[in-house]
């Protein structure tokens, strides 16, 4: 069972991926806003305050990873998972390095997802995931 009353912020330019993680979350008992854009996540973020960001590391108007260190500023207390498909060593260490609390590659298992989000709400610990 999902933390119900958690909010989660998913930024990604792909329809069909916010459709896809927003049911499974919702379905879980998770609040789910989305974006498919840095400008719009960061008016959303400036607006309300969420428990957990699923940022996908490619968006049209800024990298991901500069996403996390602006989100990283505006709400610290923010987990923030940087999701990918072009996994690298480097990108992984960087996104820990500017706030990321994990790095996951595509596709993702929609379990494996949710007991990331389970586990990282529990507690703030950065570490490095491999989906």
Same mark, same amino acid.
């Given at each position: &069972? ?9 930024? !990604? !330019? !792909?329809?069909? *991926? ?14 789910? $806003? ?6 719009? #996540? &960061?008016?959303? /973020? $400036? ?5 957990? #960001?699923?940022? !996908? /590391?490619?968006?049209?108007?800024? +990298?991901? %990873? ?7 500023? &505006?709400?610290?207390? &923010?987990?923030?998972? *940087? ?13 820990? +390095? +500017?706030?990321?609390? #994990?790095?996951?590659?595509?596709? *993702?298992?929609? $379990?494996? %997802?949710? +007991? ?16």
């Amino acid at each position: &069972m999902g933390q119900a009353g958690k909010s989660i912020l998913i930024v !990604d !330019d !792909d329809k069909s *991926i916010l459709y896809v993680f927003t049911l499974i979350l919702q379905k879980k008992g998770y609040n789910v $806003e989305t974006a498919e854009t840095c400008r719009e #996540a &960061m008016k959303k /973020a $400036e607006n309300q305050l969420f428990d957990l #960001a699923l940022i !996908d /590391a490619i968006l049209p108007d800024v +990298n991901g %990873l500069e996403l996390v260190s602006r989100l990283e500023t &505006m709400q610290p207390q &923010m987990v923030k998972i *940087i999701i990918t498909g072009l996994p690298s060593e480097e990108n992984a260490a960087t996104a820990l +390095n +500017n706030g990321a609390s #994990a790095f996951l590659t595509k596709p *993702i298992n929609p $379990e494996i %997802l949710l +007991n990331i989000i389970k586990e990282k709400l529990g507690n703030g610990k950065k570490e490095l995931q491999k989906s």
